[in-house]
Nanobody, 124 residues
Framework: QVQLVESGGGLVQAGGSLRLSCAASGLTFSNRGMGWFRQAPGKEREFVATVNWNGISTAYADTVKGRFTVSRDNAKNTAYLQMNSLKPEDTAVYYC?????????????????WGQGTQVTVSS
């Protein structure tokens, strides 16, 4: 079956960095757009970043632009989210998601598969 497994979350001080990974199995990873979303307590799930099938096309939420970088390694069936200059407001559970198509998209309903999430906590 399809599995998306996030890792790399944790507790970090403001200004620090984390790199999230999303390992995919059970699907053809290399022809799917991938996305990262996050959900803070009491808030709706929100878009963070997306990358198309070959890693060339990316898009970011305004709140993370210039600080986060999304990438992928199709040989490893893995997507990444490099997070720098972290702020307390970045605290959330981070989810990766896989589309049923090659392009990058920013709405949760445009994704077919989701991981279980990884907690990121940024202390001030």
């Amino acid at each position: 079956q399809v599995q998306l497994v996030e890792s790399g979350g944790g507790l970090v001080q403001a200004g620090g960095s984390l790199r999230l990974s999303c390992a995919a199995s059970g699907l053809t990873f290399s022809n799917r757009g991938m996305g990262w979303f996050r959900q803070a307590p009491g808030k709706e799930r929100e878009f963070v970043a997306t990358v198309n099938w070959n890693g060339i096309s990316t898009a970011y939420a305004d709140t993370v632009k210039g600080r986060f970088t999304v990438s992928r390694d199709n040989a490893k069936n893995t997507a990444y989210l490099q997070m720098n200059s972290l702020k307390p407001e970045d605290t959330a559970v981070y989810y990766c998601a896989a589309r049923g198509a090659a392009g990058s998209r920013s709405r949760p309903d445009q994704y077919d598969y989701w991981g279980q999430g990884t907690q990121v906590t940024v202390s001030s």
